[in-house]
């Protein structure tokens, strides 16, 4: 009835203006002004967008319920039950909608229209809407196997593992100083003989900004740092950390890689020459491993790329140089194993195609002190030694040794009998442990439980015989021998830690009356650097001390010439000039006063104090003579 009575009212003014027109024209002197302005039937057109909203919404319904059905049938054919899940759950996480709807209710079919329409998005969506409509596509998409119960992403883990560990180590040759990096992008400085038993680092700095540091390692002089990190840039630092090089940067779309001048992706490690001061060593994601000069930043020396077994480019993980400095090996992606001659870039010396599984990235290589025998770590929980007289095969090899992270060290002991590694753990799983293994047998000797996180770095110094442990939660542990090391972190733990040095003044609330009369208003503190050095012009407030008496002595203080009880006794008692002629008469001239009023030996003594008797006095010379000579003082 409304709707009518606006019709009604509508069609009423139409009229009223259509003869007000006719009015107008026939006034002065025209038919009309022009055609008619064109009329639209809102509510037809609202209902047939409607139908057609409708129409279009249960065509898509039906399409995505004979998907379904058949997604259904693959997941059983297969047995997959997450497809199976999918289709009872409705495709994309909602309730499966019928495709026969009673067109006569309104407000159901517009309900119903607004999800299709929903479902349909059009246009674009929101973020969130759109990483939760791919994911569950991701999902749905999804053919295959179960995954296996207590199964991880490796993003999980390293988001769970990586957070602020120690991922690098470095000792100086000297063993005085220790550098440590980690996923914080931070290098830390660490200096034996300065700290205390508190073990603060003195000096923290970010070389390479946003970047993790993957290694630290001081030149054979002990002079340079070499840090490696996430970026394709190895640098240079003193030992003070200030910037002395850093290596240039390769042309990225350059296809060979030995015509560019530098790295052109992330680098994985890194080393020093163990002979020559000038030369190190680096490998990267580029698939090529460089040797650099200090002397020269502008160019690598030379470049050494890794091949898989069918010819192609396959990215190095981490290399070393031997003891002697003539080999250069390096672990690659395929668990492969190639070392060259450092002369001879082309052909590899040595190879072992199968040396780890593939894929699982061997994260650290290293030579034992004689140079027979090489030690590798895998990612595949695995540690390995090979003699380099027969690298067909491995002499040893120890497994169950867990490994999350792509910098996880081995190393050999000084004395080149054990053999050291570390091993991982996932959070509240357990505690990282420090396990030693017998060169010759492989025997597991000795196993230390390091901290309730993975042990990520290890290194043995030489000649401090300490062991220094990088932990997946940001610990870096120094481990010694009381009589056997020498030195490093003997320095620091008998020092006591030294106490914060307290305010010499305290700070005094001021009441601030801006109205007050001048007499009565206080001067406004404006610097506390300005108060004290007024306080330190004040004698009182500084605790100036007094200044020496000048003349005879007054207050209880001596005079200047006997500034101090000691000069005071020299100058008036010892270097007294009086002297008696003969002491014995000084001495006896308070014999009777003694015998008489005694007060201090003579009580207690009064029953066993013997007579006492004095020494004649002396004969002349001729009496003297006539005594017997057993009487006779001897001189």
């Not at 229209?113 to 791919?134: C, T």
């Not at 940067?249 to 490690?269: E, F, P, R």
Request: a negative charge.
């Amino acid at each position: 009835m409304e709707q009518q009575g606006e019709d009604r009212e509508q069609s009423k003014s139409t009229s009223g203006t259509a003869g007000n027109d006719a009015d107008i024209a026939s006034v002065m002197g025209f038919s009309g002004f022009g055609k008619k302005a064109r009329t639209f039937d809102l509510d037809a057109i609202f209902e047939q967008t409607r139908r057609t909203a409708i129409e279009r919404s249960q065509k898509v319904t039906e399409q995505r319920e004979m998907k379904d059905a058949e997604k259904q049938k693959r997941a059983l054919m297969r047995g997959d039950s997450h497809a199976d899940k999918a289709s009872v759950s409705g495709g994309k996480g909602r309730p499966a909608t019928s495709s026969s709807r009673p067109q006569s209710d309104s407000s159901s079919s517009s309900s119903d229209s607004e999800d299709n329409s929903e479902d349909e998005l059009i246009g674009p969506p929101p973020p969130g809407q759109l990483s939760s409509r791919r994911a569950t596509e991701e999902n749905e998409e999804f053919v295959g196997p179960p995954l296996p119960p207590g199964y991880k992403d490796s993003d999980e883990e390293e988001e769970e593992e990586e957070e602020d560990d120690v991922s690098a180590l470095g000792l100086d040759p000297s063993g005085a100083r220790l550098v440590t990096g980690g996923y914080d992008y931070d290098v830390k400085f660490w200096d034996f003989a300065g700290m205390d038993s508190a073990l603060q680092a003195f000096r923290c700095l970010q070389p390479c900004e946003c970047h993790q540091i993957r290694s630290l390692q001081y030149s054979i002089t002990g002079d340079v740092i070499l840090v490696v990190s996430g970026n394709s840039q190895a640098k240079i630092l003193d030992r003070d950390g200030f910037q002395v090089i850093e290596c240039v940067k390769g042309d990225q779309y350059i296809v060979d890689m030995a015509n560019t001048k530098g790295h052109t992706a992330m680098l994985n490690s890194g080393c020093w020459h163990p002979k020559i001061k000038e030369e190190f060593l680096t490998c990267s994601n580029d698939g090529t491993v460089r040797t650099w000069d200090v002397t020269n930043e502008k160019k690598h020396k030379n470049v050494f790329k890794p091949r898989s077994m069918q010819g192609k480019r396959v990215i190095p993980t981490c290399c070393t140089y031997s003891r002697d400095g003539k080999l250069i090996a390096a672990g690659c992606q395929d668990g492969s194993i190639q070392i060259w001659d450092r002369n001879l870039s082309v052909h590899t010396k040595f190879h072992c195609r199968q040396a780890h599984v593939p894929g699982s990235d061997p994260s650290c290589l290293t030579f034992s002190y004689d140079g027979t025998v090489l030690a590798s770590r895998g990612g595949d929980d695995t540690l390995k030694t090979w003699d380099m007289r027969n690298f067909k095969k491995p002499l040893n090899v120890a497994t169950g040794l867990s490994s999350f992270f792509p910098m996880t060290d081995c190393c050999f002991s000084p004395d080149d009998k054990l053999l050291m590694t570390g091993t991982s753990v996932k959070k509240g799983a357990g505690n990282g442990t420090l396990v030693f293994f017998d060169r010759l047998t492989f025997q597991k000797v000795y196993e230390i439980e390091v901290a309730s996180s993975s042990v990520v770095r290890c290194l043995w110094h030489p000649k401090l015989n300490q062991i220094m442990v990088g932990t997946g939660n940001g610990l870096a542990k120094v481990y010694y021998d009381p009589i056997k090391s020498q030195r490093g972190a003997k320095l620091c733990v008998v020092k006591s830690q030294r106490k914060e040095k307290q305010a010499e003044t305290l700070t005094q609330d001021y009441i601030i009356t801006p109205h007050a009369l001048p007499m009565f208003r206080e001067a406004r503190q404006r610097s506390t650097r300005k108060q004290l050095e007024k306080d330190r012009l004040d004698p009182l407030k500084s605790h100036k001390p007094e200044p020496p008496v000048s003349g005879p002595g007054r207050g209880g203080r001596v005079a200047m010439h006997g500034g101090t009880l000691s000069s005071f006794i020299v100058k008036n008692i010892a270097l007294d000039k009086t002297d008696d002629s003969n002491p014995r008469e000084a001495i006896l001239r308070h014999a009777k006063e003694a015998s008489e009023n005694p007060y201090w030996v003579a009580p207690a003594y009064t029953r066993t104090q013997p007579e006492p008797v004095f020494a004649e006095e002396e004969l002349d010379d001729e009496e003297a003579d006539k005594e017997p000579e057993w009487k006779k003082r001897k001189i």
